[in-house]
């Protein structure tokens, strides 16, 4: 089985600052997805940023990239010029790319993060 | 982008009495839908997983008739809690994969549900 794990729960940032928040995952797979997801205040999971593992380039969004490592396992987020609106909780997440388990979301425990002003 | 929506957003319930929880993506088809349930300040913790038109498959240590799945058509999913209980209550999360493009999930808002 699949498992994730983010290892801060809590971080905070200066607004305009950059923090990278740090996800590991354990996975038998070649051929899986990564995802960062963020949950606001409401409660409402957005998607944030999405890496297919067979890609080498790291994805960017805008002011989210990430850094992948395949064989590290290691898929963390980087958050450039933080603002307010990006406090919330943070989940990293792996999807299988086939199989039994095709489709299904594995989280970690997820990150709280606070944006000072 | 794909929208979906959960009814309702919260609800109150008394010991014993089932609750319904609807899940539907208003813009897409989906074959395929998740229930999550998520405790304050945790992870979401996947339940089950409901395709239309079959049983649901359940994860392990989810009690399938305490949590019964109804994957009815291509738009709606449903969650009932059966006899409810105090520990039963949680916030509980649906999402719907698309089957075209990056087969995306899309999150509903999700419903709070407190059994008193």
């Known amino acids: 089985a699949q498992t994730v794990t983010q290892s801060q729960p809590e971080m905070s940032v200066q607004e305009a600052e950059t923090v990278t928040l740090s996800c590991t995952y354990d996975?038998?797979?070649?051929?899986?997805?990564l995802f960062w997801y963020k949950q606001p205040p409401s409660r409402q999971m957005i998607l944030v940023i999405r890496?297919?593992?067979?890609?080498?380039q790291n994805a960017t969004e805008n002011r989210f990239s990430v850094n992948f490592q395949k064989a590290a396992k290691s898929f963390s987020l980087k958050i450039s010029d933080s603002q307010l609106g990006d406090a919330a909780m943070y989940f990293c997440?792996?999807?299988?790319?086939?199989?039994?388990?095709?489709?299904?979301?594995?989280f970690g425990q997820g990150t709280i993060l606070t944006v000072h002003p | 982008g794909a929208v979906v929506s959960q009814h309702p957003s919260r609800v109150i319930c008394k010991s014993g009495t089932s609750v319904k929880i609807e899940c539907r993506s208003l813009?897409?088809?989906?074959?395929?839908m998740f229930w999550y349930r998520q405790f304050p300040k945790k992870s979401l913790m996947l339940m089950a997983t409901?395709?239309?038109?079959?049983?649901?498959?359940?994860e392990q240590g989810v009690e399938k008739d305490k949590f019964l799945i109804n994957h009815a058509s291509l738009t709606l999913s449903t969650l009932t809690v059966t006899s409810a209980h105090p520990e039963d209550s949680s916030f509980y999360i649906c999402?719907?994969?698309?089957?075209?493009?990056?087969?995306?999930?899309?999150f509903g808002p999700g419903t709070r549900l407190t059994v008193l």
């Open positions: 999402s719907a994969r698309t089957s075209f493009g990056r087969n995306e999930q899309f």
């Open positions: 890496q297919e593992a067979y890609k080498q």
């Open positions: 996975t038998s797979e070649s051929d899986y997805y």
């Open positions: 409901s395709n239309e038109g079959s049983k649901a498959t359940y």
């Open positions: 813009d897409f088809q989906a074959t395929t």
């Open positions: 997440a792996y999807r299988s790319a086939r199989g039994t388990s095709y489709g299904k979301l594995t």
